[in-house]
């Protein structure tokens, strides 16, 4: 395990732990929450904050370290984290991974077992808020990697500073979003705490490395984080203005036809621009059919063009079934995705929340 002394930036502001609270505030951070750490200066940083946040508002902070078992130093790493939060009296919890993760999609893979150990966690606590510390930079280089890939609108502007974990009742929490790598490791430079240094992210077998090297590269270059911001605020208020239209249209459309089904008005679905349309046809999958999984874009279009046909009847899709109705369309979940589904659908139209889910789904 190597530890780093952070550096203290000359050139780069202090985090006034003020701003974070008044962050974390309008985040409506009012109970108990987890933070997800590992050693790194991102976490750490989002860590110490945090426990300033907690100890203001009289609620009660957990910091959970999932080890992935990726590499050797893993169980070092959480044994001085462990320690670091004995000693500032944080609630500390931890998972070790015991099936080893293959293949060539390794960080996906890890990800995708530490959201769910973590929300597990978070539901065996009865906590729906989980802070995680995705930063400037790392949406810098979400966004060259989405970019790279040729996405839209959504994708471009993908991270959200509060967004539901598929159709729990946890939210993720990213308060770190406007602040840059260096401004973190200042941070920790000002209270005199060491890091650890993760020597995956320099591998450039990994994407995000490559991203990160070339997101380096450009900034070396005169790239300019500050307007960088400035778009990506840009982008989620063209993003967030589509999302409200489309959760005014379901909220509004929406008919409640028993226990597996609903409807929406095909007319009025039809008049819809087509991004809404495509929209309302991926969160309507989601919610009703395969909610890990998102329908592939040819496939929604494809479905929207079948509604159009006067011959249309039924298609399935995403863990639902499309079928025709008179003048509505009727959405229904397929028998396997039902098996798993934990969705109450008579309960959930009932619930005084269900706008709610729709707007973080």
């Not at 109705?325 to 929340?353: G, P, V």
């Amino acid at each position: 395990m190597k530890l780093i002394k952070p550096v203290n930036y000359r050139n780069i502001k202090n985090i006034n732990p003020d701003d974070f609270y008044k962050k974390m505030e309008k985040l409506g951070i009012d109970k108990s929450f987890v933070v997800a750490t590992s050693g790194g200066p991102d976490s750490l940083a989002l860590m110490f904050l945090a426990k300033g946040y907690a100890i203001k508002k009289k609620i009660k902070l957990f910091i959970f370290c999932f080890n992935h078992g990726l590499r050797k130093e893993s169980i070092d790493e959480v044994n001085w984290l462990k320690k670091i939060a004995k000693k500032e009296n944080i609630n500390f919890a931890t998972k070790t991974l015991k099936k080893k993760i293959d293949g060539s999609d390794i960080l996906s893979q890890a990800r995708k077992v530490r959201y769910e150990e973590i929300v597990n966690f978070c539901n065996t606590k009865k906590i729906k808020y989980l802070l995680t510390a995705h930063h400037l930079d790392d949406e810098i280089e979400n966004f060259l990697m989405r970019l790279i890939r040729g996405s839209g609108l959504r994708g471009l502007s993908s991270l959200k500073e509060k967004s539901r974990f598929k159709n729990s009742n946890i939210f993720i929490i990213r308060p770190l979003l406007s602040y840059p790598k260096k401004m973190l490791i200042k941070y920790l430079a000002k209270i005199k705490q060491n890091y650890v240094y993760d020597i995956t992210n320099k591998n450039i077998l990994f994407d995000r490395s490559r991203i990160r090297k070339l997101s380096n590269e450009l900034i070396n270059e005169g790239l300019d984080k500050k307007r960088l911001s400035s778009v990506f605020n840009n982008l989620k208020s063209a993003e967030n203005a589509i999302n409200v239209t489309v959760d005014k249209f379901l909220i509004k459309n929406i008919i409640k036809k028993n226990n597996n089904s609903i409807s929406i008005n095909q007319r009025k679905f039809m008049i819809q621009p087509k991004e809404i349309q495509h929209r309302v046809i991926v969160k309507l999958c989601r919610l009703i059919g395969m909610n890990d999984k998102k329908p592939r874009s040819s496939s929604v279009n494809r479905l929207i063009n079948n509604f159009q046909d006067k011959k249309f009847t039924k298609l399935t899709l995403n863990g639902c079934i499309f079928q025709a109705q008179k003048n509505n369309i009727q959405i229904l979940t397929e028998k396997r995705s039902r098996a798993k589904s934990k969705l109450d659908l008579a309960k959930l139209f009932n619930n005084k929340e269900w706008p709610e889910l729709i707007r973080h789904f």
